[in-house]
């Protein structure tokens, strides 16, 4: 039997999205909250170049670096057993706050598992294109993108990539990526 470790499998929801864009993953019960926003980052497809935050039970953490932020907690120095989340625990990850990207986590599990964190189990839908508004200027560009006939629909075509597509969403691909922050 292969070792087992102390695990936290998380739902993970875009906020506002509908059809809701979303993630199931595991991650050991020893990575820091830092270790967690490196994981959504992947999980979500985002590119890691805006700032983020976690909030939970009423604190609020942040890499503090390059400059920490205002009545922020280091989330490099706590783990994720350290918070002692439980089935069910819920908080907020927001990364970009221009855009404002709210995701809710909500812990499913804290268990053993013989598989090697972090690892993607499910989700549905694409992760929007960064800088593109939030997610009222993605609800937009998609808009936009359905009609060959808007007068930037070329452009935006070229923004996004002729082969983006709202719906798709690629656990394998996901899993890849996480193989290689092992």
């Known amino acids: 039997m292969a070792p087992t470790s102390d695990i ?19 991650i050991h019960q020893q ?6 926003h490196f994981v959504i980052q992947v999980v979500m497809g985002w590119e890691n170049s805006h700032l983020h935050a976690f909030d939970i039970g009423g604190d609020r953490y942040a890499d503090p670096f390059p400059v920490p932020l205002e009545d922020t907690l280091d989330s490099t120095a ?14 907020i990850y927001t990364y970009d706050f ?9 812990a499913e599990a804290i268990t053993q598992s013989a598989v090697k ?17 939030g997610i009222w200027g993605y609800e937009e560009l998609l808009e936009r993108l359905a009609d060959p006939e ?21 656990v394998d691909a996901v899993n890849r990526q996480l193989q290689g922050q092992r």
């Open 8 to 26: 936290a499998q998380f739902h993970i929801g875009l906020l506002d999205s509908d059809p809701l864009i979303w993630r199931r993953f595991q």
């Open 31 to 36: 990575a820091s909250l830092n270790d967690l």
């Open 78 to 91: 706590i783990t994720l057993a350290e918070l002692r989340l439980k089935q069910g625990t819920k908080f």
């Open 98 to 106: 221009g855009d404002g990207w709210m995701h809710q986590l909500t």
């Open 117 to 133: 964190p972090p690892v993607c189990l499910a989700g549905e839908r694409a992760c929007p294109p960064e800088d593109c508004g």
């Open 150 to 170: 808007e007068p930037e629909y070329e452009d935006l075509l070229d923004w996004v990539g002729a082969d983006f597509d709202p719906e798709v969403f690629s």
